[in-house]
Nanobody
């Protein structure tokens, strides 16, 4: 089993920054492919960014150039640095990985508002 715990959400003004963290624990013996997703009120959950075990990265078009995903394999932690935040980035942000089956964290709320 894998447990994922997100942290770092909060309220930020437009143009501000936040750094989300997702710590993985459990039966992990090698780096996992991990991704960040978000779900805004009334909308479907969508992929924000992903990073493979080998370090290949992809971003959703809406966040490219503003968000940066990174990982610390020693800590089994993946980060999402979010800069120049916009009101439309407001959502619950979830971390996901796959090890036998899909594992999701409980999410952390990001609110971008003045």
């Amino acid at each position: 089993q894998v447990q994922l715990a997100e942290s770092g959400g909060g309220l930020v003004q437009p143009g501000g920054s936040l750094r989300l963290s997702c710590a993985a624990s459990g039966s992990i013996f090698s780096p996992l492919t991990m991704s960040w997703h978000r779900q805004a009120p009334g909308k479907q959950r969508e992929l924000v960014a992903g990073i493979t075990s080998g370090g290949t990265i992809n971003y959703a078009r809406a966040v490219k150039g503003r968000f940066t995903i990174s990982r610390d394999n020693d800590k089994n932690t993946v980060y999402l640095q979010m800069n120049n935040l916009k009101p439309e980035d407001t959502a619950v942000y979830y971390c996901k990985t796959h090890l036998g089956s899909e594992w999701w964290g409980k999410g952390t709320l990001v609110t971008v508002s003045s």
